[in-house]
């Protein structure tokens, strides 16, 4: 994950250092790797020491420098596992073009396009030979490739990206600049029903003034009213307001990576075992719930360490110690009787399982392994069945071997430790539930909302 931000106004203004530098700071934590900003056609990159915005915006001369402006944009870098971290892959991603200047004059080159994009892509190359086979992309990263695409292309491609995408591009080639706004909605795999969001990106528009970034706390505390961006539109902002470009069909692509049974040969015959394919949970970041094929994980599930599912076609040897777990609706619970109890106790309230879930979140969330769930951006811990507060220490997904430190439901650091089976700890001290007593809180709440 990346973080992007930007503030835009309608004509040039004074530059809200302040803002600007805060979201930038905020959004280091889906960053890391290195950062950068672009203002009105001057681009500045942070690495190495100043990959943090927070290590970069204190000496950075263009920061600094920028009394008022138009357009800045700002990028806190994640970097794609196996992708590069240097100077040439950082963002804000640029596009220049050469200048015609008179006879004896130096060659310069002028920016004609900019963009700073939080996501990842798998299927960037397939999409560059089918609309910009002209172009020359490789050894690109996929937003680099996408960038051209834009810039060459225009947006239909939208609609075949497998992956997530949210950017803030400005395009320069018109006498008036163009900004291009898109944050992404799509299936996790091509079998789910629902679609869902891709990456975070939220705004506040207010007197002439836009604002974006992927957490949307830190645009409601820096500009009042937060809102989300909405999904699978190509958006503009120009006098004032922000309108559609073009309306994007995301119905046939997925997120998660498409991978290819591969065969083996029997004979003269070829055949595909799909027993044998292996499957893995997926930790869904932004509700803190799992997901097996593409469906909330329900019920009895064996896991390896690192997190895939283990079933009956597995060498037992392969796997000495499997975990076994339970899930009610996509949330890891501590112990069967704790599956037990919410299963009659969804049965009971007579309401879908979602409903059941977001009206009884905090008895749901009582019982899992981490007790967590997030509010937005905010971590919430349960105290109770029946309430919760913001949450302070380490969180640990299952199946990772990544701790993530909050303070007061914020997040201020992550830290790679010595191996995901650390994150299976919590199963070692199961506290003892009252299951009697919280049952019959739990009619009383039912009772007196059927009274």
Same mark, same amino acid.
């Given at each position: ?11 040039? @203004? *004074? ?49 600094? $420098? ?61 999409? +560059? ?12 990263? @996929? ?60 705004? $506040? ?24 961006? #909405? ?26 990576? *498409? ?85 009659? +106790? ?23 392994? @981490? ?8 971590? *919430? ?7 919760? @507060? ?22 201020? $650091? ?16 199961? #506290? ?5 007593? *919280? ?13």
């Amino acid at each position: 994950m990346c973080g992007i931000f930007a503030i835009i106004n309608q004509k040039e @203004d *004074i530059f809200d250092y302040q803002t600007f530098c805060t979201l930038g700071v905020a959004n280091d934590r889906r960053g890391g790797d290195s950062c950068g900003v672009f203002i009105d056609g001057k681009v500045e990159y942070g690495i190495g020491d100043k990959a943090l915005f927070e290590s970069f915006f204190w000496t950075s001369d263009l920061l600094n $420098n920028t009394a008022s402006c138009k357009i800045a944009l700002g990028h806190d870098r994640k970097a794609s596992p196996g992708m590069a971290v240097n100077l040439q892959n950082a963002h804000p991603i640029i596009i220049e073009e050469d200048v015609p200047v008179a006879e004896g004059e130096e060659p310069r080159k002028e920016i004609k396009f900019v963009m700073v994009h939080n996501g990842t892509l798998y299927n960037h190359e397939e999409l +560059a030979k089918k609309y910009i086979p002209d172009i020359d992309v490789k050894n690109m990263t @996929d937003s680099q490739i996408i960038a051209r695409l834009l810039y060459y292309s225009g947006f239909d491609w939208l609609a075949e990206y497998n992956g997530g995408t949210a950017f803030i591009a400005v395009d320069y080639r018109e006498a008036e600049p163009k900004i291009l706004i898109w944050r992404g909605e799509s299936k996790k795999y091509s079998t789910d029903k629902t679609e869902e969001e891709e990456r975070p990106l939220y705004c $506040n528009l207010e007197n002439g003034r836009l604002v974006l970034s992927s957490i949307g706390s830190y645009v409601a505390i820096c500009d009042g009213n937060c809102y989300i961006v #909405p999904a699978n539109k190509v958006l503009t902002y120009r006098n004032g307001e922000l309108k559609i470009i073009k309306s994007i069909d995301r119905s046939k692509a997925q997120q998660n990576k *498409i991978y290819v049974a591969t065969g083996y040969s029997a004979g003269t015959n070829h055949t595909y075992n799909n027993a044998y394919v292996s499957t893995w949970i997926r930790h869904i970041e932004i509700d803190n719930t799992y997901k097996i094929d593409g469906k909330p994980a329900d019920g009895p599930v064996k896991l390896s360490t690192y997190g895939k599912v283990i079933t009956k076609f597995d060498s037992p040897a392969t796997y000495e110690v499997p975990h076994q777990l339970y899930f009610f609706n996509g949330v890891a619970l501590r112990e069967f009787k704790a599956y037990q109890f919410l299963l009659k +106790a969804w049965k009971r309230s007579k309401l879908p399982v979602n409903e059941f879930c977001i009206k009884y979140t905090d008895l749901v969330r009582y019982f899992s392994y @981490d007790q967590c769930y997030f509010l937005g951006d905010v971590l *919430i811990k349960t105290v109770s069945p029946w309430d919760a @507060d913001v949450f302070t220490g380490m969180y640990m997904p299952l199946a990772q071997a990544r701790q993530y430190q909050y303070v007061k439901g914020i997040l201020t $650091n992550d830290y790679v430790i010595g191996a995901a089976e650390e994150s299976y700890n919590c199963f070692k001290n199961i #506290p003892k539930f009252d299951y009697k007593t *919280i049952w019959k809180e739990f009619i009383q709440t039912i009772t007196s909302q059927e009274k």
